[in-house]
């Protein structure tokens, strides 16, 4: 006989799981694409490309999020399909998406003017998919009561990045967004930014949360 496996807590609504994962996954291809064709187009090589792209805050953190949706629904008993199926470790990632599509539209929209396919990539990585994400959390994701504190725990996605960009930096000496430019800005104004940053993600860790409990409390129709 086969062991029964211990129950868990399944997403509603699959087809629109599916919807976000088909959506970031596109996303990040057409982004690849893209990328590598520019570094080729400027003489640099394959891994030099893909080095560039995966040296982004918005590619890993919609990697994140395809990653995050496509096991449960491909492997949902796996130990990663039910470790992301807990709805802390999803609104952690709806939470770091929902970073990415704010702070672009803040803080870097006006820095460039992508064009034609570049554009459908700079919409579906910064706006489509925190979008779709937030909303699947609200439908897909059971509501659960996490603690206050739950943000700081979060946080531990945007640190790990930042340490990344910073060492990668100082390495090759380009920076992936001007705001952590320690070249331009140095690193006193560079951490401030950075501080700034996480605060504003504590904040809509601290909505989310917030959400959470309401929907629990709230009277069932």
Same mark, same amino acid.
Request: aromatic share 12%; proline share 8%.
């Given at each position: 006989?086969?062991?029964?496996?211990?129950?868990?807590?399944? +997403?509603?609504?699959?087809?629109?799981?599916?919807?976000?994962?088909?959506?970031? +996954?596109?996303?990040?291809?057409? %982004?690849?694409?893209? /990328?590598?064709?520019?570094? %080729?187009? %400027?003489?640099?090589?394959?891994?030099?490309?893909?080095?560039? =792209?995966?040296? =982004?805050?918005?590619?890993?953190?919609?990697?994140?999020?395809?990653?995050?949706?496509?096991?449960?629904?491909?492997?949902?008993?796996?130990?990663?399909?039910?470790?992301?199926?807990?709805?802390?470790?999803?609104?952690?990632?709806?939470?770091?998406?929902?970073?990415?599509?704010? /702070?672009?539209?803040?803080? @870097?929209?006006?820095?460039?003017?992508?064009?034609?396919?570049?554009?459908?990539?700079?919409?579906?990585?910064?706006?489509?998919?925190?979008?779709?994400?937030?909303?699947?959390?609200?439908?897909?994701?059971?509501?659960?009561?996490?603690?206050?504190?739950?943000?700081?725990?979060?946080?531990?996605?945007?640190?790990?990045?930042?340490?990344?960009?910073?060492?990668?930096? @100082?390495?090759?000496? /380009?920076?992936? =967004?001007?705001?952590?430019?320690?070249?331009?800005?140095?690193?006193?104004?560079?951490?401030?930014? /950075?501080?700034? @940053?996480?605060?504003?993600?504590?904040?809509?860790?601290?909505?989310?949360?917030?959400?959470?409990?309401?929907?629990? %409390?709230?009277?069932?129709?």
């Amino acid at each position: 006989m086969h062991p029964t496996p211990h129950p868990i807590a399944r +997403w509603r609504h699959p087809r629109l799981t599916v919807l976000v994962a088909v959506v970031a +996954w596109f996303g990040l291809g057409l %982004q690849l694409m893209l /990328s590598l064709r520019l570094v %080729q187009a %400027q003489g640099g090589t394959l891994s030099g490309g893909l080095a560039l =792209y995966l040296s =982004y805050f918005t590619v890993l953190t919609n990697l994140l999020v395809a990653v995050s949706l496509s096991w449960p629904l491909l492997r949902p008993h796996s130990t990663p399909g039910r470790w992301f199926q807990q709805p802390g470790v999803a609104t952690a990632v709806a939470v770091n998406i929902a970073l990415v599509g704010m /702070s672009y539209h803040l803080l @870097l929209r006006n820095v460039w003017d992508p064009q034609g396919l570049q554009k459908v990539a700079d919409i579906t990585l910064h706006y489509a998919v925190p979008l779709l994400c937030v909303v699947h959390w609200w439908f897909s994701v059971p509501p659960a009561r996490m603690a206050w504190r739950a943000p700081l725990v979060w946080t531990a996605w945007p640190l790990a990045y930042l340490a990344y960009a910073l060492l990668r930096g @100082l390495w090759v000496q /380009s920076y992936p =967004y001007p705001f952590i430019d320690v070249t331009a800005l140095g690193y006193s104004r560079t951490l401030l930014n /950075s501080l700034v @940053l996480l605060m504003a993600f504590l904040l809509v860790g601290a909505a989310f949360v917030a959400v959470a409990r309401w929907r629990l %409390q709230r009277p069932a129709r």
